[in-house]
């Protein structure tokens, strides 16, 4: 038997069984950790299970504190670090004004290694733990990028932005350019330790015809075979009025936006979809079929005025969804935050999202819609113990509000309301601490 470490304190993690949620919730609770391959050796309450475990390595107990797992971002943009809070804009003008002036300033590298430190640092010290982002077009901001994640041994998918038209000459790929600069990282980085690769053409608008029968062809070439899990694909659907509009004019033969990218073939089960406020129910239909996924961008969609998302109807149309930070055009890498303005969305459309469900889309959700739930997610045995430590003292108001309360329901809500990065006091990747407040 390898070694192992204790880590004892209030734990909460979220099951699921023939898709029924079961929450976990230990107050004084056990997690034990196997030094070796940093996984999850067992969790559960500690006056229950810590006689089978006598000999730990080392034994850490967080008074005050919850420890749950690390939070999953499934659709943010690390060159837009520094777009965050950019004022007074609606998609369109927003990517013109902002973040294509931004993402030009990626062909240094310098410039970029800068930036995918200081992002990474923000995921972190706000306690997510993996996230799906896209770069830029330029092919060194994804070696950079995924460089910086490994160093830090983080769970991480990333894909070089294929974009060949509406867009700055420079950062204008072209279809053979952005075929071969793809296959060229997902030769190197999928499935290279932590790293997955996703083939991400930015959004419908930016990419030919011809390029999206490229993407469609390095889906289909690094598809799921040999037991190696294939490749993904990220891009945005039916985000702004003026988008879809727009949309329409481009590829006048198709029925709908989700339809474009359904006729390139670019659904399905490992393609998720950015945004998803104004699909149809036609749409609904096709993306639940072809079993592609969703994020939902709750801050984002408020900040750049884009529209409330329906999660009741991805729901009834059974279609894996989670949530997303989606900075720059989001103004928080707080899931807290995103968990909060989600909520308030779903109030909108009279709909209570209740915070089980919410914490559910932030971590094995979202780890459902990566296909990563294998590994990532919750604290099932042999899954990856990445984990975070939450501070419930951290701020007056919250220690002040939990004082009389025992109820997970509760401490769950209050957090994802009134939490941000103050909250988070330590983060472990696989079993190791990489941050302290
Ligand atoms: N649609 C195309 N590109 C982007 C982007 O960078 N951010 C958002 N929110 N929507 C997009
Ligand atoms: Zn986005």
């Known amino acids: 038997m390898s070694e192992y470490n204790h880590y004892r304190g209030a734990i909460y993690h979220c099951t699921e069984s023939n898709g029924v949620l079961e929450p976990n919730y230990f107050v004084d609770g056990l997690m034990v950790v196997d030094n070796d391959s940093g996984s999850i050796i067992e969790v559960g309450d500690f006056n229950q299970i810590s006689s089978k475990w006598p000999n730990a390595k080392s034994s850490t107990h967080f008074k005050d504190s919850l420890i749950m797992p690390g939070f999953i971002d499934t659709h943010v943009h690390y060159p837009q670090y520094k ?4 004022y007074g804009a609606s998609l369109i003008d927003w990517l013109n004004k902002y973040t294509f002036i931004e993402e030009q300033k990626f062909s240094d590298e310098t410039y970029a290694a800068k930036v ?6 923000e995921l972190i010290k706000n306690g997510t733990t993996t996230a799906m982002t896209f770069c830029t077009s330029h092919k060194q901001s994804v070696d950079i990028f995924f460089t910086a994640a490994e160093k830090l041994k983080l769970r991480m998918v990333a894909g070089k932005v294929m974009m060949d038209r509406n867009a700055p000459e420079a950062l204008c790929d072209s279809v053979d350019g952005s075929y071969f600069d793809s296959k060229e990282l997902i030769e190197k980085w999928h499935n290279r330790g932590r790293m997955s690769y996703a083939v991400t053409p930015r959004f419908a608008p930016t990419s030919s015809s011809e390029q999206l029968v490229q993407a469609a062809n390095l889906l289909e070439e690094y598809s799921d075979n040999n037991g190696n899990k294939g490749v993904l694909l990220q891009t945005h659907l039916n985000e702004n009025i003026d988008e879809i509009g727009w949309v329409k004019e481009l590829f006048p033969d198709s029925k709908n936006y989700f339809d474009v990218y359904d006729n390139f073939n670019l659904s399905g089960p490992n393609s998720v979809f ?6 149809t129910d036609e749409e609904y239909k096709r993306i639940a079929d072809s079993g592609s996924k969703v994020a939902l961008c709750p801050r984002s969609n408020l900040f750049l005025g884009s529209g409330l998302f329906e999660l009741d109807k991805l729901e009834a149309f059974g279609i894996g969804t989670a949530l997303a930070s989606d900075v720059g055009g989001g103004d928080s890498f707080s899931m807290f935050q995103v968990m909060n303005e989600a909520y308030k ?5 009279n709909y209570n999202l209740d915070p089980v469900k919410a914490f559910y889309l932030t971590t094995l959700a979202a780890a459902k819609v990566l296909d990563m739930d ?6 099932e045995r042999n899954k990856e113990a990445d984990f975070i430590v939450i ?9 002040n509000k939990l004082e009389t309360s025992d109820d997970i329901n509760d ?4 957090l994802m309301t009134l939490g941000d990065d103050r909250l988070i006091k330590e983060v472990y990747i696989l079993g190791q601490n990489i941050y302290q407040k």
Request: glycine fraction near 4%; include cysteine.
């Open 83 to 86: 777009v965050i809070a950019s």
């Open 116 to 121: 995918a430190d200081l992002f990474l640092d």
């Open 274 to 279: 950015g945004h998803c406020i104004y699909n």
């Open 345 to 349: 969305i779903c109030r909108l459309n």
């Open 374 to 379: 294998n590994r990532i997610g919750n604290f």
């Open 391 to 399: 501070d419930l003292k951290a701020t007056e108001l919250i220690k």
């Open 411 to 414: 401490i769950l809500f209050n």
